[in-house]
């Protein structure tokens, strides 16, 4: 992987960090209802945190930001589809699936 590729992985990152942590705060709490299941909250609360600590370590440019990358694209993958399940989410499951697809690319790199 190039070190461009590494970059656009670390800004999808952060940039599903930012879109999910601001929907769960902002629209998942305001709309209620499903958005505010405890599974559907707690997921796209830690989706928002494995983007977050995958940017991290890619930044430190250790050889570990494979593993949280594979992980990162599986809680990615996993917050997409339930997002896409509650509905009205379309920017997150973007921002999730993008996320995702980087991050599968960045995790099998060797």
Sequence with gaps: MTHHDMQACIDACLACYRTCLSTAMHHCLEAGGRHT???????MAACSEMCRASAHI???????HRHSCAACAEICDACAADCERVGDMDECVAACRECARLCREMGAAR
Excluded at 37 to 43: D, K, Q, T
Excluded at 58 to 64: H, I, P, R, V, Y
């Design 37 to 43: 299941e405890p599974s559907h909250f707690r997921l």
């Design 58 to 64: 890619m930044l430190t440019g250790s050889e570990a």
